[in-house]
């Protein structure tokens, strides 16, 4: 596939209307409630008021459904009427397998997407992840010489008003960090190394303005960051902890995200099969995510203390690698048995979250990461695992899936019966076991160093399955932060798809921690 622009407008600039392909996608509803005006500079002269109605009528959405206009060129189709409770109400899924179906990237287009106001944000996410960045097909077209897509939204309500200026930015802001997300992880470990990822990090920081805090090789180990060091030990470039922080003054609490960043799994010394190997440049996933979902934010007009923490390392053998046995001491201080070198990801986590409490002080830590495999048997392909020691930020990342179309569900959280899974005889805990919930049991090793009784709201989301499709990368995870955060920014469009929504004032109150500080309670 070529590279796409893709640029989000309002109407139709009708260039080069001969020669590109044209799309219009909508439940079958929204679509009926259209006047032949709303639609005429977009069809006309290719397709008539006659055949665009006849159209319409031979729709018959199970779940969706398309019919031809003119040729392949011009199509209309119907996304699905209802959806169940687990769904995004958005059919954000199936916007995305239509765009692909109807764009080759081998010439201009526009898609007019009819909706809801609320349904906006995620579909233009949707159509984001339908135009991925990377590729080294031999006659690639460059992104600045390549084609052009571009969407309108139709709003059915009330009165099909034009989304304004504001609300078009935000949009490209946002599809530019899905694609920033999914670009990286679809890079292979040969041009996406840790150095690499460094850099990416750095660029995000030069835009913003902001200097990364970098701590690489030897200084990992010196800093105490055993999990981060010996993960990577064993790799050509070295392992390394990125920061990027964003302190504006009027910020009134401090929120952390936490990625890993494991450019290349080969399970270390454990090594993984010749069937399970390929893939493993995707479990950097979470800190791609982490890493655009910031640079939208603070674009966004970011008001609290945001400080997203990338934790990189390749997965390597070697003579540094580290061994089954092994004895490590994480940044917590907390000593871990090594019994599965394929189970590095929560080595690192453990130390990036570690230090998010310990040195920025956050307030809210939220990790993401391709954690476990386990997770795809647990929740499937498209809803990531989520564990969290707060019940209502457990409601508030569900909400935020649905409305961004990232979706999640909730993991038991019980480490009073699960936590035990990780006894040692010779240190603080095991990094593995053949536990009975692997998803539960992942994330809770990670939650362990920040400390079961701690204060703070701490946010897990293992995203294996769905960071990819087919054999492409989502940039899952961006939308799911922008709308979970939502309210922390000044976006209209942002707080419109946050759990509260843009009326809601004050913090949700958690019954079962009356004694805790308001300030650490606060639901953005």
Known sequence: MAAVDLVFCQGDSGSDQADRTV??????????????????????????????????????????????????????????????????????????????????????????????????????CAIARAFPLFSRLSGHIALDSGYRVTAEFVCVEPNKEPLDTATLMCLSRV???????????????????????????????????????????????????????????????????????????????????????????TGGLLIKGKTAMPGMKRYCAGAAAVLGAFRAAVLQGFKENLHAIFCLAENSVGPKATRPDDILRLYSGKTVEIRSTDAGGRLLLADGVAYA????????????????????????????????????WERACVAAGRSSGDLVQPLVFS?????????????????????????SCGGLFVGAQLGFDWSGAWIHVDMVFPAYSGERATGYGVALLLALFGRATDDPLLQLVSPLGPDMDGPLEDSHSPSSSPKRKKLI
């Open 415 to 439: 480490p009073e019966l699960h936590f035990s899974e990780f006894s040692s005889a010779m240190a603080d805990m095991k990094n593995f076991d053949r536990s009975k919930a692997p998803c």
């Open 23 to 124: 799309l219009i996608v909508g439940q079958l509803s929204h679509l009926q409630s259209l006047a032949w005006s709303d639609v005429r500079d977009v069809l006309l002269p290719r397709v008539d008021n006659e055949t665009w109605k006849t159209a319409l009528n031979s729709l018959k959405p199970n779940p969706t459904d398309k019919c031809p206009l003119w040729l392949n060129l011009v199509t209309v189709a119907a996304l699905p009427s209802k959806v169940s409770r687990h769904n995004t109400p958005s059919s954000a899924h199936s916007l995305t397998r239509l765009v692909q179906t109807c764009f080759s990237g081998k010439r201009n287009g526009h898609i007019v997407v009819v909706c809801e106001k609320t349904s906006v944000f995620a579909l233009a």
């Open 175 to 265: 599809a530019e960090s899905i694609r920033l997300a999914a670009r990286i992880v679809d890079s292979p470990c040969s041009e996406m190394d840790t150095e690499q990822f460094l850099q990416e990090v750095r660029a995000v920081g030069s835009e913003l303005r902001i200097t990364p805090v970098i701590f690489r090789g030897e200084e990992l180990r010196k800093r105490g960051f055993g999990g981060i060091y010996r993960v990577g030990s064993a790799a050509a470039t070295p392992p390394a902890l990125a920061i990027l922080s964003y302190t504006p003054s009027t910020a009134t609490q401090t929120i952390a995200w936490v990625g890993k960043g494991i450019v290349y799994d």
């Open 357 to 392: 409490s310990r040195d920025l002080k956050a307030d809210i830590i939220l990790d993401m990461a391709t954690l476990t495999g386990a997770q795809g048997i647990a929740t499937g392909r498209y809803h990531a695992g989520l564990l969290t020691n707060r019940e209502e």
